[in-house]
């Protein structure tokens, strides 16, 4: 285990529930999950999601952390420091390739946070339906404003990265997730006092079974698994920085339990605004950034303060969840470069941004300012998208399932997993039976459902 103390490690428990809670609440947590969960039934949505946590999200994790750990490597390397076979090194490859070109395309998303945030402040997005459509597609398609505003949040994203594991990495989630969930909390009470409020709440935690249907499972299914950041290389990498102390199973439940509150508490944040003014909760991926405005606006009309106030709380919020994500997935590339070539952090982190920020500048141009800037009929920053979500992120995990339940020796599972035998190791059985059986299948049915084979 020599490679293990040699190697950079979290300074704490605390920071590494963190810093992994942090790199899997993001964006997935306060925009795609309420859209999601607005679009398939509100509270049965949430139930299937919770029971996909626990049979989907807490065995891959657990086994990302497995493979992250004993490696001791960057993904890339770490897959094959566990089994002879070196052509699994490649699913270590695929993890790496995914996580940094997220990297590129997220931070285009991210950037349109803070430009939120400048928005709300200065009172730029106040106004009725048409002209809060209006203006986010004329931001989007800007040729410069979103391509400045991905490479500030790249910048801030390469100052904490370069810091290091414990200077960089958990000191900047032990700051940011307090904020996140402080500013998640104060939103949550404000959109909760509203009048009519009680029917969003109700749209929550009421569940209406009939509404129960395969769409919803594998919805939900899909959410569990992009919302833990499974098959990015994040959960992988931040694992190898893990002391051979850490219970990989309590941390994957702890993890867990903090990814589900965030969502949930988003949605308490979002649809009793969005009901108290009589808007569609299933307004699609267009929530956050072209309805939700106009909800704070008609909301708190009568309140102009405290809606001005909600307003910037709230993409500030956003651009928080963000960032926790960006730093995970920028650290993914970093550590492999700085491993593989031999280079030093700082230069390793440089060339990442660097090339991210003309990544992101390529995506942002694709959506309006170069039209001209597509592949397979589909805008750049779209193409990034679907590879990494639909192909890329089940095809990794599926690998990782099989990889860890059919081909890595079951001691060496078994020693990771009960931190060679101080832990009891209760649940191995139950563990070793859902990562060779129920996860794949369940994958295998995410992927199929994304390319609409069935």
């Known amino acids: 285990m020599s490679k293990t103390t040699e190697r950079a490690s979290f300074g704490s428990k605390l920071g590494i529930i963190l ?5 899997a609440v993001g964006l997935g947590n306060v925009w795609r999950f309420p859209y999601m969960a607005g679009e398939n039934g509100g509270a049965v949505f949430i139930i299937v999601y919770v029971v996909c946590v626990l049979l989907l999200g807490i065995p891959c994790m657990v086994s990302e952390f497995i493979i ?19 052509a699994w090194k490649y699913v270590g490859y695929l993890g790496v390739l995914t996580g940094f070109l997220i990297t ?23 106004g009725d339906a048409e002209y809060v459509k209006q203006y986010f597609q004329e931001f989007s398609s800007h040729p410069v404003k979103p391509i400045l505003w991905a490479a500030i949040f790249l910048v801030i994203t390469h100052m904490v990265v370069v810091r290091g594991v414990r200077n960089g990495i958990e000191r900047m989630s032990k700051l940011m997730m307090p904020v996140l969930f402080i500013l998640l909390l104060v939103i949550v009470v404000a959109s909760c006092m509203l009048p009519g409020a009680g029917k ?3 749209f929550l935690f009421k569940p209406d079974f009939t509404k129960v249907d395969s769409g919803v499972f594998l919805g939900a299914l899909g959410q569990s698994f992009y919302s833990l950041s499974i098959a990015m290389g994040c959960i992988c990498t931040y694992a190898s920085y893990f002391t051979r102390h850490t219970d990989l199973l309590k941390s994957a439940v702890q993890i867990s339990i903090i990814d589900c509150m965030v969502a949930v508490l988003a949605g308490l ?9 009589g808007i569609s909760p299933d307004s699609g991926a267009s929530l956050v950034f072209i309805t939700l405005p106009n909800v704070f606006h008609q909301a708190f009309s009568t309140m102009p303060v405290v809606g001005y106030v909600v307003a910037v ?11 926790t994500s960006l730093i995970s997935l920028h650290e993914v590339s970093t550590a492999f470069l700085q491993e593989e070539c031999r280079i030093t952090r700082p230069r390793a982190a440089t060339y990442i941004t660097v090339t991210c920020i003309v990544i992101g500048a390529f995506c942002s141009l694709s959506l309006g300012a170069c039209d001209a800037l597509t592949l397979f009929g589909m805008p ?5 998208d679907f590879v990494t979500g639909q192909l890329f992120l089940p095809i990794g995990g599926f690998l990782t399932c099989l990889f860890l339940g059919w081909v890595v020796p079951r001691k060496l599972v078994h020693d990771e997993f009960t931190n060679w035998g101080t832990l009891r190791g209760t649940f191995f059985g139950v563990y070793l039976f859902l990562v060779r059986f129920v996860c794949p299948v369940s994958i295998l049915l995410i992927f199929l459902h994304q390319l609409e084979v069935i």
């Open 380 to 384: 750049l920053f779209d193409l990034f």
């Open 269 to 277: 944040m979002i649809f009793p605004a969005a009901f108290s003014v």
């Open 68 to 86: 992250g750990r004993h490696g001791a490597a960057n993904t890339a390397r770490a897959y094959s420091h566990l089994a002879e076979g070196k």
């Open 19 to 23: 810093a992994t809670a942090g790199s």
């Open 104 to 126: 590129g395309y997220y931070a285009v998303v991210s950037g349109w946070c803070l430009q939120y945030v400048y928005g709300a402040v200065v009172g730029g997005i106040n």
């Open 200 to 202: 969003g709440i109700a």
């Open 313 to 323: 709380l709230f993409y500030l919020l956003l651009a928080v969840a963000a960032l």
